[in-house]
């Protein structure tokens, strides 16, 4: 998708992208953005500077919406403003792929197109099903009636090869519609004020069996939970939880409870209280995405975290922008410094993993080893990966 106030602009480069094989939109107001918009857009290359609605407003739309395109920021002003709203887009959670200064050459633009190409498949399509078009009423019901599932993620230690944990993935099992990835659903069952529910759901299901997969000495690996930061402000957040590992006989130390920077930075105060009570009965904390919520270190000093997860973005980005390897790098050096665990999500490629090694980063977790796959399906790598670590 294409938008710029400048019709001739707009019309090179939907020319040029059509030319490598993109499917295009095209507008030159941007009032008309929100009704073109579909979560099939897979890549939007967008003007800053348009009289109707600015850049950064659409910025703010596409974050609203959760939007997962990759995009491009076009804009006559300064290379410095150009790159500032870069990192307000990343802040907002988008996936920026780069930015054009105008006037640019015909190179530049494919050049930018390509990299969008070289960074792998759709991110829209991927994990998110535009014909998820359910009813709340049957999100309800797949709550009440357990419909949701836990897929499994290996997370590896990048020294030994050995798999130290596994996190947990909610997915729901629509009886029509398939499989519907968290993104399509999580934000759904917010605004139905059904979130606490579906926590315990997914605690209650991953500790149940997690048992599953113990390796041939009765060694059973660490499971992680996402849970939004909401839960935590439930004073009875702790007993509950303990009381539940204590039921399906799993060891505290071996949860790990991450969640996302944003999150916690927002509700801080409160949720202090609740982490540090979980700390004291030894469940890990992990601080998930880290890096995209722009915290203050300085309040990030004072979370009883044990794990830092490098925001995916960074990874996946760290070898085509400086910003973002620098960023990995330096969350390394400051986790290790705080004494925390310090784990890179969205690892996809050898060589993401090697640089990562020599960074001296702990934890992979990625497609490079597995995808998310249900419990069988993880029973059978594990049973395949732990032979094979053997050899
Ligand atoms: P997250 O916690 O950051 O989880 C990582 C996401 O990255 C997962 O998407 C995973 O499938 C995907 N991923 C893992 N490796 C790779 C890779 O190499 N490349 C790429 N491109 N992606 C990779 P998924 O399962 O769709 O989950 C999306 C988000 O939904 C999660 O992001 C998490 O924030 C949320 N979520 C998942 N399960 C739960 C849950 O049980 N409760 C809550 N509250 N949120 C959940
Ligand atoms: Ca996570
Ligand atoms: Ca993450």
Known sequence: MVIDDDKDIGEL?????????????????????????????????LDLMMPEMDGIEVLRLLSEQQC??????????????????EKLARALGLSVVGHLQKPFRLTELEEVLSKY????????????SPQADFQDEELRNAIECDELVLHYQPLTDIET???????????????????????????????LGLIDELGW?????????????????????????NITVHSLLDLKFPDTFISLTKKHGVSAANVTIEITETGLIKELSYALDVLTRLRMKSVQLSIDDFGSGYAMMKQLR??????????????????????????????????????????????????????????????????LFSRPLPQDGMVSWLEEYRSRQVQ
């Not at 993109?22 to 897979?42: G, I, M, R, S």
């Not at 190409?117 to 998110?128: I, S």
């Not at 975290?305 to 390897?325: C, P, Y």
């Open 302 to 367: 004072n979370v009883p975290a044990t794990e830092l997860k490098i925001d995916m973005n960074f990874v996946q980005n760290m070898h085509i922008n400086t910003g973002d390897r620098v960023m990995v790098q330096k969350t390394i050096e400051i986790g290790h410094e705080l004494g925390l665990q310090v784990v890179a999500e969205g690892v996809e490629t050898q060589q993401q993993l090697d640089f990562l090694r020599l960074e001296g980063c702990d934890i992979a977790q990625g497609y």
């Open 13 to 45: 480069v939907v020319a040029a992208a059509q030319e490598m094989g993109f499917v295009c939109v095209a507008t030159t107001n941007a009032a008309q953005f929100p009704e073109l918009f579909t979560f099939d857009t897979n890549l939007i290359l």
């Open 68 to 85: 997962k395109a990759g995009i491009v920021l076009m804009s006559g002003i300064s290379t410095r403003i150009l790159e500032t709203a």
């Open 117 to 128: 190409l070289d960074m792998g498949a759709p991110k829209n399509v991927v994990n998110y």
């Open 201 to 225: 759901l997914t605690i209650d299901r991953g500790l149940a069996e997690v048992g599953k997969f113990v390796d041939k000495d009765g060694v059973i690996p660490g499971i992680s939970l």
């Open 161 to 191: 090869g050995n798999v130290a944990g596994l996190e947990a993935l909610v997915r729901w099992q629509h009886p029509t519609l398939g499989l519907i990835f968290p993104d399509n659903f999580i934000p759904r069952v917010e605004a």
